[in-house]
């Protein structure tokens, strides 16, 4: 068994059934990305993975136990979750609010230290945010907020990553410096990663572990990018008609839309438009 894995889970909010009899096991050591359609789940199994939401049946097991039966800082010290939306306590700035990732290695009678401050300026230069560690977190712009909740997260020092949606806000070159973070703490540190994201192509390039999801919480396929990911399954869960290419730089699934016809949804006729299908 994995160290992060949930059998039998329903999923809900008050009378909101999000998704039922749910079972994932995340591999260890792997960089698992979660595709799948806006309010198909996605965050909501993130959550639960994270015991920040209470399965209403089944349970979430963290290196061998119930995830219910640890101690809050325990569960932090061993994982940490990027939520898809976060609010900074007003008035806080950048170093301080990284500096509380740090809450999990505090103890009664050994505050803070000269290594979680090494700590949390090294996860500032990692993010690239060290040179806003002064300001106020409310005066940030999206993409250099991210990064502060990033460095954050990173600041925790877990080997269980869940991040949803961390490329939001980000424009291309931080999307991919971000990603590249991601891949170094799996590949370089051992990390096991969890990122939901909704760029299949960044998807394919980055993941070595893809879950695809469907409305109703059910995992419709997963493994290698490279099998998962095909024209009939994009357009089953995403209803929309492509076509699969190989991404020039790295061989992985390059998803390419089909132009709309006028009349409608149809894909447009195009010659050759076969050429390079997977
Ligand atoms: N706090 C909440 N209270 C009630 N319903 C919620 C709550 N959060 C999410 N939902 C509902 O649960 C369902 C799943 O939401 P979830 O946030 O998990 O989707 P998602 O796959 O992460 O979507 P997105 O791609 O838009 O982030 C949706 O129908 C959503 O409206
Ligand atoms: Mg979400």
């Known amino acids: 068994m994995t160290r992060l894995h949930a059998e039998n889970l329903t999923l809900a909010y008050d009378q909101r059934t999000v998704a039922t009899d749910l079972g994932v096991a995340i591999p260890d050591g792997s960089f698992t990305v979660i595709v799948g359609p806006n309010a198909c789940g996605k965050s909501t199994l993130l959550k639960a993975l994270a015991r920040m939401l209470k399965p209403v049946t089944g349970a979430v097991y963290l290196d061998g136990s119930a995830i219910a039966e640890y101690r809050s800082k325990e569960v932090a010290r061993r994982l940490g979750l990027l939520p898809q939306t976060s609010i900074a306590p007003s008035g806080i700035t950048v170093g301080d609010l990284v500096a509380r990732g740090r809450y ?65 806000f980000l424009d291309i070159a931080h999307q991919v410096e971000v990603l590249d973070l991601c891949a170094d703490l799996h590949e370089d540190e051992g990390h096991t990663l969890v990122a939901v994201l909704h760029d299949l192509n960044q998807a394919c390039r980055y993941a070595t572990h893809l879950i695809v999801m469907r409305p109703g919480g059910e995992v419709v396929a997963e493994g290698d990018p490279a099998v998962v990911i095909t024209a009939e399954l994009v357009d089953d869960v995403f209803g929309l008609p492509c076509r699969i290419i190989d991404d020039p730089e790295t061989g992985t699934p390059l998803v390419v839309p089909l132009r709309r016809s006028r009349s409608g949804r149809e894909p447009a006729a195009r010659a050759g438009a076969a050429t390079g299908n997977r």
Request: glycine residues 8%; negative net charge.
């Open 104 to 168: 999990p290695h505090q103890r009664l009678l050994r505050q803070w230290s000269g290594e979680d401050e090494a700590v949390v300026t090294e996860s500032m230069r990692r993010t690239g945010v060290l040179d806003l560690s002064g300001r106020l977190v409310d005066e940030l712009s999206g993409g250099q907020r991210q990064r502060v909740w990033l460095a954050m997260v990173l600041a925790q020092q877990t080997s269980i990553l869940l991040l949803d949606e961390p490329t939001t």
